[in-house]
């Protein structure tokens, strides 16, 4: 039987290293995809995700499950780190726009064993074609490229007031399909 | 401002994107203690989390798990070491330095100083680690029990003291699909060449469940992974030597069942 991943984060936290390797397993290839997708670059992402999984270890003993899944935990703090890295990218160099790399994010059976999550990945696809398109591209570019409303609203050569009720609207709808799914 | 404005707010919040204005009077909002606001927030962060399935799974680099296992080796053991006491040391006062002296013996108590003063800052890091260190475990164990007991399926075992240790005695959560944590209420401190270590038993075999110790009052705590296959029926604690082994050897001190 697995261990389920709140119980690897307890070991943790009293220094298990095995329950870390087994967590990282765990963990890792769901990480690396969504900060690969945000920083777009292997190494710059590779880095990023030793700093995530550090940062997992170090505070495994502030972990509390009433407040979202381990998996949350990690998605959350994996986000935020890429973001991070884009914006101090960016700073450097305020010309710099990373390339959209399709070939690095394609599916092409790299990870993961075949079919799990699977149905999870369909259903946020879907929610996410549910949205409208405009409410999709203010959501990726805030989720994804961690831009900020006057970023969008400058992207996008909308009023920040467009921008603001269209990710009101964006999350609402996609927080619907999702609950409806469950 | 009405309250609609917020839950706009809210939104761009959870995903990030307020930046000056709209993000300070948000924040105030937020610190005066919004409920509604709060869990609108908890809301869109678990939607959100499953954005990050929208991507597949890509396997990183090996070398990024190598190089964090050996960075935790290079740690050490979470360890708590227990606090030394703070020596007392002669206070230094500035005109020593700054003085008649000579300047090179101002220079050499400079020097002093500042090691002396760099050992009993290094002194107090390391007690405020293992402090730190110590309030991290005794959470960990807390909100261990509190998932334990949250969980339906948490059964209490007692365990009472064997012929051995009549006096000794402690408590068993468990459960089934996620293990279990032991409380131990009474048991005496071992030596340190010899180790507490607690068995699951089913179908008349004894599984190892791992090893222990109990501070100088005698209490302890110890979590337990599940068990792989049907439910143990009897848990027990003996003692062996340090390190443990694989089948008890050493007098049963705990024993209990369901």
């Known amino acids: 039987m697995a261990t389920a991943g709140d119980v690897l984060i307890r070991r943790m936290a009293l220094g298990d290293s095995e329950a870390f390797a087994q967590f990282y397993d765990r963990y890792a290839a769901l990480a690396f995809a969504l900060i690969l997708r945000i920083v777009r670059d292997r190494t710059d992402a590779s880095e990023v995700l030793q700093d995530v999984f550090w940062e997992t270890w170090q505070a495994a003993a502030t972990y509390d499950t009433g407040r979202g899944t381990p998996e949350a935990w990690v998605a959350v703090r994996a986000r935020a780190r890429a973001i991070d890295r884009v914006r101090s990218l960016r700073r450097r160099s305020a010309v710099f726009v990373a390339p959209a790399d399709e070939a690095l994010t394609a599916d092409t059976g790299s990870g993961g064993k075949p079919g799990e999550g699977l149905e999870d990945r369909r259903l946020v696809q879907s929610a996410l074609t549910q949205l409208s398109d405009v409410q999709r591209e203010v959501i990726e570019l805030a989720y994804y490229d961690g831009l900020t409303q006057t970023e969008i609203a400058e992207r996008t050569k909308q009023p920040v007031g467009t921008v603001k009720t269209r990710i009101r609207l964006g999350l609402a709808r996609l927080r619907e399909v999702v609950r409806r799914a469950e | 401002m009405t309250h609609d404005t917020y839950e706009t707010l809210a939104s761009g919040y959870a995903l990030g994107t307020l930046d000056g204005e709209d993000l300070t009077q948000f924040q105030a909002h937020l610190a005066e203690g919004c409920a509604a606001c709060t869990t609108a927030l908890r809301e ?215």
């Not at chain 2, 396997?59 to 050996?70: C, N, R």
């Not at chain 2, 606090?83 to 500035?94: D, M």
């Not at chain 2, 005695?169 to 340190?192: E, F, I, K, M």
Request: net charge positive; proline share 9%.
């Open chain 2, 44 to 258: 869109s962060a678990q939607t959100l989390a499953l954005l990050a399935r929208a991507t597949s799974p890509v396997i990183p680099p090996a070398s990024v798990k190598e190089a964090l296992l050996a960075r935790i080796a290079a740690e050490g053991p979470r360890r708590v070491e227990p606090a030394a006491p703070i020596v007392r040391r002669p206070r230094w006062f500035p005109w020593v330095a700054g003085g008649v002296a000579a300047s090179f013996l101002a220079f050499f108590t400079g020097m002093f100083v500042a090691a002396r003063y760099e050992a009993r800052l290094g002194q107090a890091t390391r007690q405020a680690v293992a402090l730190r260190q110590r309030v991290e475990r005794q959470q960990a164990a807390v909100y261990h029990v509190i998932d334990l007991l949250r969980e339906p399926g948490t059964s209490v075992v007692r365990l009472r003291g064997e012929r051995s240790a009549p006096d000794a005695s402690a408590s068993l959560l468990w459960n089934d699909r996620s293990g279990g944590h032991l409380l131990v209420a009474s048991l005496t401190p071992l030596p340190s060449d010899k180790t507490y270590e607690l068995w699951t038993i089913s179908g008349g075999t004894a599984r190892p469940a791992g090893l222990f110790t109990v501070d100088t009052s005698g209490r302890g705590g110890h979590f337990v992974d599940p068990v792989p296959g049907s439910r143990p029926e009897v848990f027990a604690v003996t003692i062996e030597p340090a390190g443990g082994t694989s089948t008890p050897t050493g007098p049963v001190v705990l024993k209990g069942s369901f």
